[in-house]
């Protein structure tokens, strides 16, 4: 009987009922011979887990840093974020001529985070509001800087569903705004705001009536230089 070459055999050969036939010094070097390829097939696996997961984590590490500026070039292309359709609101008549939609109640809530290296508290001073389209609403955040040390932050901004970001116009904001805050110091951010009327007649927002406004405020040390071509926010001056 030829002793044990096959690596057909080697697989199986923990189960050893099915080699009778063999004799056990045959079991034994297939297993002394084919363990140590198996260890190393182990710790290659581990060693390539660890690798993605290393680089995973440096990947989202530069994109929170770069996520920022990367957000302002996307407002600027795609209209959303500072001001959601900026040219039509920009016009303080358009507001003054607004027809509130009184049937179409929106509950908006309010929520609020820091990215992770941000020492700020940072909350919505109020849960939620209940407006009507075509109405302007304000709302509060606030800020305490906790620490020993001056600290600039930057906010960016996001509204939820995605379908409705184009009708949520912020006349007054602090987002893309560097906010300074000094040591133990606490300020009140207002958000100046309205649901444009066409939002009451989008199809597909026909039962959407309830919104959110999510602010994640950064630490702007590595934001010195700001995105070229990109302007403050429009509607800071309008009334």
Same mark, same amino acid.
Request: one cysteine or more.
């Given at each position: 009987?030829?002793?044990?070459?096959?690596?057909?055999?080697?697989?199986?050969?923990? *189960?050893?009922?099915? #080699? $009778?036939?063999?004799?056990?010094?045959?079991?034994?070097?297939?297993?002394?011979? #084919?363990?140590?390829?198996?260890?190393? /097939?182990?710790?290659?696996?581990?060693?390539? /887990?660890?690798?993605? %997961?290393?680089?995973? $984590?440096?990947?989202?590490?530069?994109?929170?840093?770069?996520?920022?500026?990367?957000?302002?070039?996307?407002?600027?292309?795609?209209?959303?974020?500072?001001?959601?359709?900026?040219?039509?609101? %920009?016009?303080?008549? #358009?507001?003054?001529?607004?027809?509130?939609?009184?049937?179409?109640?929106?509950?908006?809530?309010?929520? /609020? *985070?820091?990215?992770?290296?941000?020492?700020?508290?940072?909350?919505?001073?109020?849960?939620?509001?209940?407006?009507?389209?075509?109405?302007?609403?304000?709302?509060?955040?606030?800020?305490?800087?906790?620490?020993?040390?001056?600290?600039?932050?930057?906010? !960016?901004? !996001?509204?939820?569903?995605?379908?409705?970001?184009?009708?949520?116009?912020?006349?007054?904001?602090?987002? #893309?705004?560097?906010?300074?805050?000094?040591?133990?110091?606490?300020?009140?951010?207002?958000?100046?705001?309205?649901?444009?009327?066409?939002?009451?007649?989008?199809?597909?927002?026909?039962? !959407?009536?309830?919104?959110?406004?999510?602010? !994640?405020?950064?630490? /702007?040390?590595?934001?010195?230089?700001?995105?070229? $071509?990109? %302007?403050?926010?429009?509607?800071?001056?309008?009334?």
């Amino acid at each position: 009987m030829p002793e044990c070459s096959c690596p057909s055999i080697i697989v199986c050969v923990s *189960d050893t009922a099915m #080699f $009778g036939h063999l004799r056990p010094e045959s079991i034994s070097i297939c297993r002394q011979v #084919f363990r140590p390829i198996s260890q190393d /097939a182990h710790n290659y696996r581990r060693k390539t /887990a660890l690798y993605y %997961s290393t680089g995973l $984590g440096i990947f989202m590490l530069g994109l929170g840093y770069a996520g920022v500026p990367l957000y302002r070039i996307y407002c600027a292309k795609s209209g959303r974020g500072s001001n959601t359709d900026g040219a039509r609101v %920009s016009n303080a008549d #358009f507001i003054a001529r607004m027809k509130p939609v009184r049937e179409r109640r929106i509950t908006v809530e309010f929520s /609020a *985070d820091t990215y992770s290296h941000m020492a700020w508290s940072f909350k919505p001073l109020q849960k939620r509001l209940t407006i009507v389209p075509g109405e302007t609403a304000l709302a509060f955040y606030t800020a305490k800087n906790p620490t020993s040390k001056p600290i600039v932050g930057i906010a !960016t901004y !996001t509204v939820l569903p995605i379908e409705a970001a184009k009708y949520f116009n912020k006349i007054q904001c602090f987002c #893309f705004e560097e906010q300074r805050l000094n040591p133990g110091e606490e300020v009140d951010l207002p958000v100046f705001f309205f649901l444009d009327p066409e939002f009451d007649e989008d199809p597909h927002l026909m039962r !959407t009536n309830r919104l959110t406004l999510h602010y !994640t405020f950064f630490e /702007a040390k590595k934001e010195k230089m700001l995105v070229p $071509g990109i %302007s403050k926010p429009i509607l800071e001056d309008v009334a």
